[in-house]
């Protein structure tokens, strides 16, 4: 950990930046699973879920700025790299032969529910750790999970 005029003890931030980095992988890691739906999506609702796709993977991208500059912020090293967010992911791997509009709607929304879970555990944890920014910014990332996992399942159900 960096030295920070930061008020907040090592301890704190060492233990918050643990949980930023934890989900700072899985936000990249569910990013470029949704890119990956994003370019290999096919089928009769093509142009709209390869929109959708986009729309999800572009916010994902602004909260994976958000957790990665709080981790800085803090005085921790945000790993970023592709080596480290394999080791470090625990988002699973995604089914990557599918075709089919519905089925990269349903992988993707599996995948987005498990990280919408984790996310909100971390604020529970970030905030009983005395950080209630980092609190605050898991609020804000799991408010859009819980979003785009809504317009995910919506064509789940136009699917039924
Ligand atoms: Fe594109």
Do not use: C
Request: overall charge negative; proline content about 1%.
């Amino acid at each position: 950990m960096y030295d920070t005029r930061n008020d907040l003890s090592v301890k704190v931030r060492t233990n918050v930046v643990e949980t930023l980095n934890a989900r700072l992988a899985d936000a990249i890691d569910l990013r470029l699973q949704v890119k990956h739906a994003h370019w290999n999506v096919k089928g009769p609702h093509f142009i709209s879920l390869h929109e959708l796709f986009d729309k999800i993977a572009e916010n994902l991208e602004e909260h994976v700025d958000a957790i990665a500059e709080r981790i800085t912020a803090l005085g921790g090293t945000a790993y970023g790299t592709l080596a480290k967010v394999a080791r470090a992911t625990s988002v699973a791997a995604y089914p990557a032969e599918i075709t089919d509009g519905s089925a990269h709607v349903a992988a993707l929304a599996a995948a987005l529910a498990d990280f919408g879970k984790k996310v909100r555990v971390a604020i529970g944890e970030t905030d009983e750790l005395g950080d209630a920014d980092t609190a605050d910014l898991f609020t804000q990332a799991s408010r859009d999970v819980d979003k785009y996992l809504w317009f995910l399942e919506a064509h789940l159900h136009a699917n039924r």
